[in-house]
């Protein structure tokens, strides 16, 4: 480290530096990792998001090939579970899948999860892995969404959008000036805040006069996927559902760490702990107002219970084998369902074209109803 650094390259660095970075090489998830997500719960989640997508396929008229893209996609596990559905409904011949992926390790995890079978090396175009799944569908990995193929698609994303790097603002009586990390003068192996001393360009493009907060989170990078994915879906069909923890631009102060599934010192030990910060769900609806119908964000015991998790939860009790495999299922859908949990700070938002408005007033999108 050279000088003081923003909060965004900071987080850059440590989450996905190509040789140390926090989730290139370590498989981070689980009780033996630092956090754990809803597909990795409960196979209750990434069913209904299966059953989601296919509903809003087909009542746009099913066209084929339906594009299934995931943004970060961890474990899989989601992925998976959404393939169980096309799978038992026989529509695996209308899809394929690809998987944005930044991470060595975890798109190694991701194929081993769900490939029969795999082609690596240089392809010729901008995958960098391609198989088969064990369900008979194709798939590829990309880098960046900018790489995945053009044409009608569904996207999912996932816990993706809170792992992108924010800038950090600070209102002072000299105007907003942005909030750096420093090496500490009196520890030279620990790192602290310190305010840049005038405006930079974060502040100069991001922060507002009219402002009322006194700190502000800005992710620039998720405006700039938001508005691609604004004009993939525009220009060539489709439709996208983001899940994240977030809030409508009245929370100000969310950056943290978590080491072990326990809140942990952003600054202390980096490449050890995740970091992440509150998604804003209004910076992101702004981003593609232009060209997409933005529904939501809802919370996630609301989008769950309208795709009728209680009846798919009865079903799969019926059918269990043993009583701790009935006590997993009961305790994955309290933690994703409690208010005091996973329902209600975690939220969901559906993006359609804006082309599609008129239908979707008749035809109400799944999971955004009451
Ligand atoms: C918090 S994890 C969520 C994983 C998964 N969606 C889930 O819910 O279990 C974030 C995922 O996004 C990936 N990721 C983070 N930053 C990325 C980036 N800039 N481009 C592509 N993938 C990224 C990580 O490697 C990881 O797979």
Redesign the pocket.
């Known amino acids: 480290m050279t000088g003081p650094m923003t909060v965004a390259d900071y987080m850059k660095e440590v989450?996905?530096h190509p040789h140390t970075g926090y989730?290139i090489n370590k498989d981070v998830?689980g009780q033996k990792g630092d956090?754990i997500?809803?597909?990795?719960i409960s196979q209750l989640f990434g069913e209904l998001l299966g059953v989601w997508s296919v509903y809003e396929w087909q009542k746009i008229g099913a066209p084929k090939p339906l594009q299934i893209i995931?943004?970060?996609?961890?474990?899989g596990?989601?992925m998976q579970d959404i393939l169980k559905v096309y799978s038992r409904l026989k529509l695996n011949d209308s899809i394929k899948v690809h998987l944005?992926?930044?991470?060595p390790k975890?798109s190694q995890i991701q194929s081993n999860r769900l490939c029969e079978s795999l082609n690596e090396g240089s392809m010729d175009d901008l995958s960098y892995r391609k198989g088969i799944t064990k369900f008979g569908v194709p798939i590829s990995w990309h880098?960046?969404i900018e790489d995945v193929p053009r044409g009608f698609s569904c996207i999912f994303a996932?816990?993706?959008f809170?792992?992108?790097p924010i800038h950090k603002f600070q209102k002072t009586e000299n105007g907003w000036r942005e909030v750096l990390i420093d090496i500490d003068p009196k520890h030279d192996k620990l790192l602290r805040y310190v305010l840049s001393p005038g405006p930079t360009p974060a502040t100069k493009v991001f922060a507002s006069n009219d402002d009322t907060a006194n700190h502000r989170e800005v992710c620039p990078?998720a405006g700039v996927i938001m508005e691609h994915l604004a004009i993939r879906l525009e220009e060539h069909g489709g439709f996208a559902l983001i899940a994240d923890y977030g809030h409508l631009g009245d929370k100000y102060d969310t950056f943290r760490a978590f080491k072990e599934h326990k809140l942990h010192d952003p600054l202390i030990e980096p490449g050890s702990a995740?970091l992440t910060a509150d998604v804003d769900f209004t910076f992101l609806k702004k981003s593609v107002a232009d060209k997409l119908v933005t529904l939501g964000p809802v919370p996630q015991r609301q989008f769950l219970n309208s795709m009728h998790i209680d009846a798919r939860l009865k079903i799969l009790l019926e059918n269990c084998k043993t009583e701790v495999e009935c006590k997993n299922l009961s305790s994955g859908y309290k933690m994703l369902m409690d208010p005091d949990k996973m329902g209600e700070r975690f939220k969901f938002m559906a993006l359609f074209p804006a082309v599609l408005e008129p239908y979707l007033n008749q035809m109400r999108v799944a999971g955004f109803q009451d």
Do not use: N
Request: negative net charge.
């Open positions: 989450l996905v989730y998830f956090f997500t809803s597909p990795e995931e943004l970060g996609p961890g474990r596990s989601m944005v992926e930044i991470s975890l880098k960046m996932h816990e993706f809170d792992a992108l990078q995740d």
